[in-house]
């Protein structure tokens, strides 16, 4: 069955460092997602991403985060200079279809700052 | 103020003791309100999208209903296996983001 597939599973960064978190979608969707959720916190969305560019984004993407969609089947998530409130477990999501219908989920990595 | 409040927290049941979780909001326009299952380290699972009050949705054990207010998601003779964390998304209309509550975990007992 196709899945979601995302690396590092983990990722420990100092304070202020670049990290690129990287997704592989399931093949033939077309729609892509990052969110974020803080240990023992709710899943927050980040970002919507379609015919490559953003579609929608929340007030976390700021600046310090960009996605790319460098080749056919990758999808990056960037965080420029990472703070510590960016340790969270990151999760990557793809669907054919728009409107967050039938998304289906990576298994996460989980970024660690220190 | 959360516009996604899911009650209770957690939950334990018997296997074989049905109930329902609840999902209540409150948004200007509903887009959409989705159900996800969510096992400990992994990635959410979808379940289902409702878009209009009134509308159900079925699989296996589980049925989502929809109001104008709520949705909620019962299960019908539930297994171990159900434990998990149940999370709901509501997606409202205008430029606001997909907001998670903050889920209920289940437990069930064999």
């Known amino acids: 069955e196709p899945e979601v597939t995302q690396t590092p599973s983990h990722q420990v960064t100092q304070m202020g460092q670049e990290v690129i978190l990287r997704c592989v979608p399931i093949?033939?969707?077309?729609?892509f997602y990052w969110y974020r959720q803080i240990l023992g916190q709710k899943v927050e969305f980040l970002v919507s991403?379609?015919?490559?560019?953003?579609?929608?984004k929340s007030e976390i993407f700021d600046d310090q985060f960009s996605v790319e969609r460098p080749d056919g089947s990758n999808f990056t998530l960037k965080i420029r200079s990472t703070k510590l409130e960016d340790s969270a477990m990151y999760f990557c999501?793809?669907?054919?279809?728009?409107?967050?219908?039938?998304?289906?989920f990576g298994p996460g990595t989980r970024l660690t700052v220190l | 103020e959360d516009q996604v409040t899911q009650s209770p927290e957690a939950l334990r049941l018997q296997e074989g003791e049905s109930s329902s979780l609840n999902c209540s909001y409150t948004?200007?326009?509903?887009?959409?309100l989705f159900w996800y299952r969510q096992d400990p380290g992994k990635g959410p699972e979808f379940l289902f999208t409702?878009?209009?009050a009134g509308e159900e949705k079925e699989k296996e054990r589980l049925k989502a209903t929809l109001t104008k207010k709520e949705s909620f998601l019962h299960i019908t003779a539930p297994k171990p296996e159900d434990s998990a964390t149940y999370l709901c998304a509501v997606l409202n209309s205008g430029n606001t983001p997909l907001v998670f509550g903050k889920g209920t975990r289940l437990s069930v007992i064999a």
């Open positions: 991403f379609y015919n490559n560019e953003i579609s929608e």
């Open positions: 409702l878009y209009s």
């Open positions: 948004v200007s326009g509903l887009r959409g």
């Open positions: 999501a793809s669907s054919t279809s728009g409107g967050y219908n039938e998304q289906f």
């Open positions: 093949s033939n969707h077309l729609y």
